[in-house]
């Protein structure tokens, strides 16, 4: 069963522009939700997680458990922001998973 | 180490031979994870160990896939009989607690091709 949606398989944005990268789950239970990100030639990290509640890098993402979504925003995206970002999920039998990505590309 | 260390590299094998994947999770790091990405698609996963005993295998091609974290080793992935289909790269994960309180830290995968 597919725990976690992301629609977009590809994004482009020019730079300055908003972006918003989609994430859908299923899941019965209280997950949490991360959002992890590979730059190109490195390795795969966390960007940000849902109970921190923090800004990295000037991304957001809002729980939104009603739509049961996790999409990742940002006002103003940059060039250095392209990258592959993939949503992903932690239940509470400590199973992780992953979104199949959205590869992002912010246009100078 | 401060980096999970995957090795080797790159791998490649003939259909039908076997293939051993190793991983070294960060010391002090409980838990272990293996994933499979084929074509830069999706990490499907494999296989979790809490130390060295396995917490979900529900991703495991049973038949052909195995998998040990010992104590004092690398963790390893061994693919018994490879078939074209297992070309992928494997990624390796710790987290220093359960992955729900704790970020994962990935390794820089390893690169089977089965020709």
């Known amino acids: 069963a597919q725990r976690v949606t992301q629609p977009e398989k590809l994004l482009s944005v020019f730079k300055g522009a908003p972006v918003e990268l989609k994430c859908n789950y299923s899941?019965?239970?209280?997950?949490?939700l991360f959002w992890y990100v590979q730059y190109s030639r490195q390795r795969l990290q966390l960007l940000l997680r849902?109970?921190s509640r923090e800004s990295i890098k000037g991304f957001t993402a809002d729980l939104n458990k009603g739509e049961t979504s996790f999409h990742l925003k940002k006002p103003f995206a940059q060039e250095e922001d392209s990258a592959m970002y993939y949503c992903?999920?932690?239940?509470?039998?400590?199973?992780?998973?992953f979104g199949t990505g959205t590869s992002l590309t912010v246009i100078p | 180490g401060e980096e999970v260390a995957q090795t080797p590299k790159h791998l490649v094998r003939g259909e039908g031979q076997k293939a051993k994947l190793y991983c070294a999770p960060i010391?002090?790091?409980?838990?272990v994870f293996w994933y499979q990405q084929v074509l830069k698609n999706e990490f499907k996963f494999l296989i979790s160990?809490?130390?060295?005993?396995?917490?979900?295998e529900t991703g495991m091609p049973k038949e052909r896939f195995s998998a040990k974290c010992l104590p004092n080793s690398p963790c390893s992935l061994e693919i018994q009989a490879t078939k074209l289909e297992d070309s992928a790269v494997y990624f390796c994960?710790?987290?220093?607690?359960?992955?729900?309180?704790?970020?994962?830290?990935f390794g820089n995968g390893t690169r089977l091709t089965v020709t």
């Open positions: 994960a710790s987290s220093q607690v359960a992955p729900i309180n704790s970020p994962l830290h």
């Open positions: 899941y019965s239970g209280s997950p949490e």
């Open positions: 849902h109970i």
């Open positions: 992903a999920l932690s239940g509470t039998g400590n199973q992780f998973y």
């Open positions: 010391k002090g790091h409980s838990y």
């Open positions: 160990f809490q130390n060295e005993n396995v917490f979900d």
